[in-house]
């Protein structure tokens, strides 16, 4: 599976939106982008996920840049419910489903 | 939809006695479960793929007589810290895969944190 790198944490005002960005040079055509959220002391969250296209649903938009090297997930109006550690996971189909979690950025939405 | 709990989700224990962590998908079938393992301010690390009616796969370094793993059905997977110590405290979470997903998109439960005195 394709190595990630996303920022250690970022800041976002209540309202606007949250941009958090992924890095993914290494991602091979059959490996998906995922994103999971972590907040303190719950299971993780899934998010979205998405191949080539972007895609949105009611939580999440998730922008893939046309070399597939990297991604953003955008929170349009991010409240202090969303603050919480998002991981970003690149991860091929197929049988194998385990998940990498790496470090991922700790968003931190203030009042 | 997909929901997953776990059960306990907290326990304290002595250190020598064994606790039994419970998975439950609540909703679906998974024929896949996933344990983790979370210690302060790190990510999560797997332990373990658990595939219902057969035996559970360990990731590297975890042993397999400490951390039993039991998936007897589609709904349900349990985790049994056996002869705890307190270096096995820790917030252990499970995922499971619905089987009639074709993308590989996980529910995590709720966590269980472990307290080992």
């Known amino acids: 599976d394709a190595k990630t790198t996303q920022p250690t944490s970022m800041d976002c005002a209540e309202g606007r939106a949250a941009n958090l960005p992924c890095n993914h040079s290494t991602i091979s055509g059959n490996e998906y982008v995922y994103w999971y959220r972590q907040i303190h002391s719950q299971g993780p969250q899934y998010i979205i996920h998405?191949?080539?296209n972007n895609e949105t649903n009611e939580m999440a938009s998730l922008i893939i840049t046309e070399d597939r090297k990297s991604s953003t997930l955008i929170l349009p109006h991010a409240t202090l419910r969303d603050t919480a550690v998002y991981y970003c996971?690149?991860?091929?189909?197929?049988?194998?489903?385990?998940?990498?979690f790496g470090k991922g950025t700790l968003l931190t939405v203030n009042p | 939809g997909a929901v997953v709990s776990q059960h306990p989700s907290r326990v304290i224990c002595k250190s020598g006695t064994s606790v039994k962590i419970e998975c439950r998908s609540l909703d679906f079938q998974a024929t896949t479960m996933f344990w983790y393992r979370q210690f302060p301010k790190k990510s999560l690390m797997l332990m373990a793929t658990s595939n219902e009616g057969s035996k559970a796969t360990y990731e590297q370094g975890v042993e397999k007589d400490k951390f039993l793993i039991n998936h007897a059905s589609l709904t349900l997977s349990t985790l049994t810290v056996t002869s705890a110590h307190p270096e096995d405290s820790s917030f252990y979470i499970c995922?499971?895969?619905?089987?009639?997903?074709?993308?590989?998109?996980?529910?995590f439960g709720p966590g269980t944190r472990l307290t080992v005195l």
């Open positions: 995922s499971a895969r619905p089987r009639d997903r074709v993308v590989n998109e996980q529910f």
């Open positions: 998405g191949l080539k």
């Open positions: 996971i690149v991860k091929s189909g197929g049988s194998n489903y385990k998940l990498t």
